[in-house]
């Protein structure tokens, strides 16, 4: 390990964005002029840093200063070992497993934090020597401090490999990179005794070895993303990537859509034989891609619902405080709206809600069915609100309480009214109903005449019979054609009465 004079002076080479890297590596506050960032690295030093942090120093000079091959020197300090990647079935070490070693072509060995749940052993090259060479780009960082999205259907139990660097060799178009990580006897029995019914009727298992690849940026959260042809393979055989790709654009080969990979069914469930990946792309100018292997457990809907539930019903003042704020007269618009009206229909399902659920992030008060939103996601992740079609992530969906107050409510009707001051009322259907015009206008009986012109909308009586009466003594001529039509004159009859009785329509 290199000494303290040789650290700080490495330290003291560093530009803001090193001493950043650093002080985060280590936990540290990074905020500051460059000068408090020194100070604190350098006083990070004197108080005696772990081995992990020197190691992070020694790596981001060498990235600092890629044509100085820095720690040659402490390879002798490493158990030489002789990886052979020609035969997938040949056993490693015990101590591979144990001393979680890196190995890069034209770099030091790098070993691993201790604090890793898993040791892994990267294999960047499989050469027995190494080079003094003059890398043609900078050399990105061996494990760079990317953050991958969380999937909401895995929970992450271990890091098996943590995001690594797919570091491109040569000059070559196609490059390939070998990985390995071994599993404990803890992480084997998890994985074997979780083999269960998944959706869709198979059976797999739920506790899972899970590869993912983004880019290796760190800027925000990552999503999954593929490089050009990518090929996988695990333990020597081919990995079938999911999905389809689409067709050639123009000649060019199209990407798949990046989502994680399931590697459970061909990685070796035992913890004396490591496992090995090989990982093969095309690579391209201005994008490095980073992979990394977790071992996590799939959840379903249900399990989302659960805990969705758990995390409680939002007050149904903060809905009314929103109808509120939409209902508020506008002094520059012309326009006021005194109501607003609201399906009680999920627009998934077509059906009446039962569990109202909308993202804290989307500005409409319309709700879906979180049940049936949760299925769709399950089988097709794609978190987008089907009212508004933006952006909905399980981490911000919120069940409303205000919509399920209504629900229980009011359980005849499917569209309800919101009036300004935030109460609501049922929006029923008209064909209910029965209309009428004017309060002069009443019921005629067996004698009953009525001489004063009305009108009158009767829906859906049996007991009436409507007949209409024209009358032939009005003249016409072709030079009326032109005219109005005659009123006409109608008769309801009653099936008690023998006779017809005169009304006016």
Known sequence: MADFEELRNMVSSFRVSELQVLLGFAGRNKS???????MRALHLLKSGCSSAVQIKIQELYRCRYP????????????????????????????????????TLSSTSVTPQSPSSPVSSVLLQDAKAHFEMQQPSPPIPPVHPDVQLKSLPFYDVLDVLIKPTSLVQSSIQRFQEKFFIFALTP???????????????????????????????????????????????????????LPGYAPPPKSGIEQKRPGRPLNITSLVRLSSAVPNQISISWASEIGKNYSMSVYLVRQLTSAMLLQRLKMKGIRN?????????????????????TTSLRVSLMCPLGKMRLTIPCRAVTCTHLQCFDAALYLQ?????????????????????????????????????????????????CPMRPK???????????????????????????????????????????????SDEDDDPPAKRKCIFMSEAQGSPTKGCC
């Open 316 to 336: 149904p003042d903060h809905s009314r405080a929103l109808i509120k704020e939409k209902l508020t007269a506008d002094p520059d618009s012309e326009i006021a």
């Open 32 to 38: 500051g002029r460059k000068h408090d960032l020194l």
């Open 186 to 240: 803890q992480q084997v029995r998890e994985i074997c005794i979780s083999r269960d019914f998944l959706p869709g009727g198979r059976r797999d298992y739920t506790v899972q070895v899970q590869l993912r690849l983004c880019l290796a940026e760190t800027s925000c959260p990552q999503e999954d993303n593929y490089p050009n042809s990518l090929c996988i393979k695990v333990n020597g055989k081919l990995f079938p």
């Open 67 to 102: 044509r100085t091959i820095e720690g040659l020197s402490d390879l002798s300090a490493i158990k030489p070992i002789i990886f052979n990647l020609d035969s997938s079935s040949s056993p490693v070490e015990p101590d591979l497993a144990v001393a979680g070693i890196h």
């Open 376 to 424: 769709m996601n399950e089988k097709k992740p794609t978190w987008i609100c089907p009212v508004c079609d933006k952006k909905a992530a399980y981490e911000s969906l919120i069940l409303d309480g205000l919509f399920m107050e209504i629900l229980n409510e009011c359980s005849d009707v499917d569209e309800i009214k919101f009036q300004e001051d935030g109460s609501w």
């Open 431 to 477: 064909k209910d109903a029965v209309k009428v015009s004017s309060p002069q206008c009443t019921k005629i009986e067996s004698s009953s005449v009525v001489s004063k012109p009305c009108s009158v909308t009767v829906a859906n009586e049996v007991n009436k019979k409507k007949v209409d009466v024209i009358d032939l003594t009005i003249e016409s001529s």
